[in-house]
């Protein structure tokens, strides 16, 4: 990122605490493009404008991370149990094994992704269907996260069909 536009953050950020709330409903009608919520606390509406500030300069959410946020939005709609366990993060350099069929296959997490068998991928899903042929989440595969249970799972082939 520029200098410049660096110092333009830091200035717009520390110039946060101190505007009055109409300054900051316009910055936020600048920002999200909608009226603030007239309910919404100060801090609140600040802590919004700065992370909004932030995710302009120097980038949202990665796309997973979107996701996750999407289904713990929609777990909540349903008023289902929420799933707030967090998946484990792994480090460049480690190394995943899965014994499939007799075989055992080894997994390297790279800094943008994971090689397995010398090829690059993307996702442990791609490599968990590159093993097996079918359809399995790749982070239940590899024994990161537990499987879901029994009456979650479909009986016809789908995703995380018995076994």
């Known amino acids: 990122m520029p200098r410049e536009s660096l110092e333009r953050l830091r200035e717009a950020l520390a110039r946060l605490p101190t505007a009055n709330r109409a300054d900051l409903r316009a910055e936020w009608l ?13 801090e609140l509406l600040i802590a919004a404008i700065a992370y909004r500030l932030q995710e302009e300069a120097l980038g949202g959410l990665r796309p997973e991370r979107q996701r996750r946020l999407r289904n713990i939005a929609e777990q909540a709609g349903r008023g289902g149990k929420l799933d707030l366990a967090a998946a484990p993060r792994l ?44 359809s399995w989440s790749g982070p ?24």
């Open 140 to 163: 239940v595969f590899f024994g990161l996260k537990p499987r879901p249970p029994s009456n979650m799972r479909s009986g016809h082939g789908g995703a995380n069909a018995a076994r």
């Open 30 to 42: 600048r920002l999200y493009r909608t009226e603030a919520p007239a309910r919404l606390g100060r």
């Open 91 to 134: 480090k460049p350099g480690t190394r995943l094994l899965r014994e499939w069929q007799g075989r055992t296959h080894q997994v390297l997490v790279s800094d943008d992704g994971f090689v397995w068998q010398q090829a690059r991928y993307r996702s442990l899903s791609q490599i968990a269907r590159a093993i097996t042929g079918t």
